[in-house]
């Protein structure tokens, strides 16, 4: 199967160099400071990067706006489009530029060269898809920080809610080092996918993966500042330690069958500690404090640049795997939130988390029929305007007429109408993809 970045207008491959510079000039100031900065740097709010209508964002989007929001001082990571901000009475200010999100699409064929749209595909039997040719690629669309916009202006209250979801709260424990109840509750619970060993001490951090066990050094060995600031970030520290390990853990072939080499230097190894150290980077600043890079991953700064330099897609193929381990730890956390009384950090695990219909289906009229000449096809009006009736794959309307769930099939829906309508939608909207600035 083959890889590809080059979705509509190239923005693809645009958004995925965009990121590998990001991530080259980030490790450059690393090493420049002794290691001693953090991953991302700036962590004034807990949660994770949202739109504005409160969907979260995952893997490289996550991490990378989170990256953005940092470098640019932004108070909140809540982004909007263009569209969105029009929705909300508010209007990009002037000379600001957008800033990629990226999401994953499919050029499907039959041996015959027939095109296959993607929700088609994803309908087939694995013995339909056997002799087709897929080559998935990657897309961007531009959107921007609510800092902007005019949002602050036109739109206080929603604004006032977005301050007080993302507050940090200071959680002290008896020895005034920084406190997280749901890691707390996990280990000691033992509510991770193996054991956590952190009652001992212990000269280091480290996952065994003969025994199955991640062990850490007792917090009290963490506890060696000299001010309260420093012992509250000691806390800090232990976190991002366990959180590193964890996503270790998360390797083995019985859970996301990662590769890993079998002793320091070896490529496979050096991929596997940036992951481990990008998936605590993002869970840490999602909790409000900045991961620091380990004495161990420092050693892989220039290796990793110069991978990134020769090979900028590689970022794509390591914050796939950051992706996976992150939603896997953050499930596991979110779980002991919700038992808290606590708001989970994944949008998907938010039981209060109601969707705006507008979020899942925007258009009108919207349909999926069969014709009298018994095919299938598709129709909708967007932004008062009529898109007129498509023709859509029989496979793909089965599908949606088989689903029972309501709001499966108005994702369905809308998801279809998209695919089946880009270039209207696009048109209509006045940002064709080959317009996107990443600045």
Request: net charge neutral.
């Amino acid at each position: 199967m083959a890889f590809g970045t080059n979705g509509s207008g190239g923005s693809g491959q645009q958004a995925v160099d965009r990121f590998a510079e990001m991530m080259i000039e980030r490790m450059e100031k690393m090493k420049n400071s002794e290691w001693r900065q953090g991953w991302i740097g700036n962590a004034t709010s807990v949660g994770l990067p949202q739109n504005v209508m409160g969907r979260t964002y995952s893997g490289s989007n996550s991490f990378f706006l989170q990256l953005y929001s940092a470098q640019q001082g932004y108070e909140l990571p809540v982004f909007l489009t263009f569209k969105q901000a029009h929705n909300f009475k508010a209007h990009v200010l002037k000379g600001e530029k957008a800033f990629p999100v990226i999401y994953w699409d499919m050029l499907v064929r039959d041996k015959d060269g027939r095109k296959i749209s993607s929700d088609e595909y994803r309908a087939m039997s694995k013995e339909q898809r056997k002799d087709l040719d897929v080559i998935p690629f990657v897309k961007a669309f531009p959107v921007y920080n609510i800092d902007q916009t005019n949002f602050r202006e036109v739109q206080p209250e929603r604004l006032q809610k977005l301050l007080d979801k993302f507050k940090v709260p200071e959680m002290r424990d008896t020895y005034g080092m920084y406190q997280h109840p749901a890691l707390d509750n996990m280990i000691r619970q033992q509510t991770w996918l193996c054991p956590i060993q952190a009652d001992r001490k212990e000269d280091g951090a480290y996952y065994s993966p003969s025994r199955d066990i991640v062990v850490i050094p007792m917090k009290q060995q963490f506890n060696i500042g000299a001010t309260p600031d420093e012992i509250y970030r000691d806390g800090m520290e232990f976190y991002s330690t366990m959180l590193h390990e964890m996503a270790h853990s998360t390797m083995t072939p019985e859970r996301l069958n990662r590769e890993m080499g079998g002793k320091f230097g070896d490529p496979k190894y050096a991929k596997e500690e940036l992951v481990a150290e990008l998936t605590a980077a993002m869970i840490s600043h999602s909790m409000g404090f900045d991961s620091r890079i380990t004495d161990n991953s420092a050693a892989y700064l220039d290796s990793w640049i110069g991978k990134l330099k020769q090979e900028p897609k590689f970022i794509v193929s390591v914050m796939a795997d950051v992706n996976k381990a992150s939603e896997m730890i953050l499930d596991r956390v979110d779980a002991q939130r919700l038992a808290l009384g606590e708001q989970p950090y994944l949008a998907k695990n938010d039981p209060w988390l109601a969707p705006l219909p507008d979020e899942i289906c925007p258009f009108k009229n919207a349909a999926i029929i069969k014709t009298r000449s018994g095919d299938y096809a598709v129709r909708a009006s967007y932004n008062g305007v009529d898109l007129g009736m498509k023709p859509i794959g029989k496979s793909t309307a089965q599908l949606y007429f088989r689903m029972t769930d309501q709001r499966e099939k108005d994702i369905f829906l809308g998801n279809t109408i998209r695919k089946s309508y880009e270039k209207e939608i696009a048109g209509i909207d006045r940002r064709p993809a080959k317009s996107l600035s990443i600045g």
